[in-house]
């Protein structure tokens, strides 16, 4: 099994008071595409991070207030991008912690940015059997990444449940969604992150690049998946998917590399990450990330960084 080491570097930190509580971002045809999880509009951002646009993906009644109401929000946790056919889809996806956030989302990039909701109740309830979850509130979903061979699917820690990485066929989560298809076959795998000060780091966001898993991980300190709590910074990290057979045992799960994000002043970023998208540069084992941040105030942030993996 190869070793690798990740180093990073914070190019510009920007505030968007108006996108409130950042959980999901894509990037697609020179345009980024961010969601949040206490608001029904997936948002569109140019190239230099400019909101140009807002997509009703639901009614936007319980919105008033620039923020849903914690107990009525889909809590759209995970984002990921697909094809089928010729067209381009957006899966947006609820963390499944209670039954109002067992909703799904599919943006059709290609038609207008058409809508359609599905219902993904059996599919959690599918996932909770794996896990050995008996009651809700412990299913706590935070990423999803897509390539053309696999869906990723990530279970955030909640104390002592540790994180976990579903693996789905794509053509067979595909069929499943848009095709009413039987529920895809999951492989899983698990991973230890860090530690501080009690708190254990979840992961919050991921991307996939030429078979390496890239996420982002946050130090929440709280055992709910619908409570908030104090945050003490966040990491990007980063799996080898040739690995995977090295992080079957949910006893000993696999440790991976991980660095913790800097501010551009480069000291510990202390907000909560929760999705990024990478993108290799010209220089081998460079990449160009984007990072998006909740302040769990009704805000976000971005993070535009360069991480550079390293093989030992």
Known sequence: ???????????????????????????????????????????????????????????????????????????????????????????????????????????????????????????????????????????????????????????????????????????AMVDFLLQDGPLPVAAVYYFALPQLEGVHAGFSGADVVAGKLFFTASLEATTDAIADGQVLGSYIGMIDLAALPYATDPVRPAQVPLVPLLDPDGSHYLGKAESLVVQPVAEEGKYHVVVIADDDQGHSELLELLLQVEEK
């Open 1 to 171: 099994m190869r070793n690798y080491t990740l180093k990073t570097g914070t190019r510009q930190k920007l505030f968007f008071d108006k996108i409130p509580s950042g959980s999901g971002l894509a990037f697609h045809n020179g345009a980024y595409y961010l969601m949040g999880d206490d608001a029904p509009f997936l948002y569109q951002l140019n190239s230099s991070f400019e909101l140009v646009q807002r997509h009703a993906l639901f009614d936007t009644t319980d919105f008033a207030s620039g923020r849903i109401p914690k107990h009525l929000k889909p809590d759209l946790e995970c984002m990921g991008q697909f094809t089928y056919g010729r067209d381009t889809y957006l899966l947006l996806m609820g963390s499944g912690a209670s039954a109002a956030r067992n909703k799904g989302f599919l943006v059709n990039l290609s038609e207008g940015m058409q809508v359609k909701e599905v219902d993904l109740s059996r599919f959690y309830f599918f996932l909770r059997s794996i896990l050995g979850l008996q009651q809700e509130g412990l299913l706590n979903l935070e990423a999803l990444a897509i390539d053309q061979t696999y869906a990723y699917l990530l279970q955030r820690s909640l104390g002592a449940h540790g994180n976990v990485l579903f693996r789905f066929d794509t053509k």
